[in-house]
């Protein structure tokens, strides 16, 4: 399961910015955990799943092993999610529907996006 952080939501993880960018952008994978776990730099931040953040460099050596490591002690990746991928996803489910994407507030589209994946992660698990 990810940690989801969604834009708009500050957060201090307690990591450089120019790393939390690079997160962002999907040049590095960040994880969170309620222990230690390896990684190639370590930070402590605000509480998510844990105060500890990890970040792997996906083409440096170990990170493969460092990636199992963090998911056996139950580290999850962090996930920043913008409020345009929140709300294509609502339009997605108004077509679905059948109704117009305006008559939701951002906040039930958010709601039903946090339900959408943690169905998901549910599904992933079994």
């Known amino acids: 399961m990810n940690v989801l952080i969604f834009e708009g939501y500050t957060r201090d993880l307690g990591i450089p910015a120019g790393i939390e960018q690079d997160a962002r952008d999907g040049k590095v994978e960040l994880w969170n955990a309620a222990r230690p776990f390896p990684a190639h730099e370590t930070y402590n931040g605000e509480f998510m799943h844990g105060v500890f953040y990890g970040v792997i460099y996906p083409d440096q050596e170990y990170a493969d092993l460092m990636r199992t490591d963090a998911q056996r002690l139950d580290a999850h990746r ?11 996803y609502g339009r997605k489910v108004a077509e679905d529907y059948g109704v117009d994407p305006s008559d939701w507030g951002y906040e039930e589209i958010l709601n039903s996006y ?9 599904e992933t698990r079994r």
């Open 114 to 122: 946090i339900g959408m994946r943690r169905r998901q992660d549910e």
């Open 78 to 88: 962090v996930e920043f999610v913008s409020k345009s991928t929140v709300m294509e």
